[in-house]
């Protein structure tokens, strides 16, 4: 069975600080593996997505992704945190083996960025 | 329109009572997704639609949940006698082609409280 897991229920990090949110996954096949970002009260914004390529992906606003097979994990990361990056991060992961592409999600992770 | 949308932002019921929520895709997407979003259950998917057909409704959380799509765009999610574990935010998403390189789109939601 496809799996997603956000071992952090919630990262803290320094405004300029590096932020790093972690997530790994289980797939069968290849991944195809998803970020988003969801502020308060919003809907769920797409950052970036892996498919296929370069190991690391860039995105919106700033944040990267890297995939590392060996691992399987797809942390979400980004050079130097905002205040305005606090939000609730999902990675998700597409099933590909029910041939209907739902997401399987993660259960997200609280990013606060610090002042 | 320039992305999805969702009616009501927000709707209070009473428990027993009958609940419609509507997702308006955006234009020309074939793929429509509802997914749930309850506190400490995440994200779940519900209901996957390709055009006006729902090859995968096995989200669905019982048989008080409804949904169907006609024209190939709108979308109506109908909860019937409504439970107070019914409380969630439902979330639509719509992508261009089924597929499991696209991206999909989401809608800011409906927020259900079931008093």
């Known amino acids: 069975a496809q799996s997603v897991a956000q071992p952090e229920d919630q990262v803290n990090v320094a405004e300029g600080n590096p932020l790093t949110v972690k997530c790994t996954y289980s797939?069968?096949?290849?991944?195809?593996l998803f970020w988003y970002v969801q502020y308060p009260n919003r809907g769920l914004q797409f950052l970036l997505k892996y498919i296929t390529g370069d190991n690391l992906v860039k995105g919106s606003y700033g944040f990267e992704a890297e995939f590392n097979k060996s691992q399987t994990s797809f942390h979400l990361k980004k050079p130097s945190a905002l205040v305005s990056d606090s939000a609730l991060y999902f990675c998700?992961?597409?099933?590909?083996?029910?041939?209907?592409?739902?997401?399987?999600f993660g259960t997200g992770t609280r990013l606060k960025v610090l002042a | 329109g320039a992305g999805v949308s969702q009616s009501p932002s927000n709707k209070v019921t009473e428990k027993g009572k009958d609940v419609e929520l509507r997702c308006d895709p955006i234009?020309?997407?074939?793929?429509l997704y509802w997914y749930r979003q309850s506190l400490g259950q995440g994200l779940e998917f519900l209901i996957y639609f390709q055009g006006n057909s729902a090859p995968d409704k096995s989200g669905l959380p019982s048989d008080r949940f409804s949904a169907e799509r006609t024209g190939g765009s709108v979308s109506t999610l109908t909860i019937q006698r409504t439970q107070q574990e019914d409380s969630a935010v439902y979330l639509c998403?719509?992508?261009?082609?089924?597929?499991?390189?696209?991206?999909?789109?989401f809608g800011p939601g409906t927020r259900l409280l079931v008093l």
């Open positions: 234009s020309g997407h074939t793929a």
């Open positions: 998700a992961v597409r099933d590909i083996a029910s041939g209907t592409y739902k997401y399987i």
């Open positions: 797939v069968s096949g290849n991944p195809y």
């Open positions: 998403a719509s992508s261009s082609l089924d597929g499991a390189r696209q991206t999909q789109y």
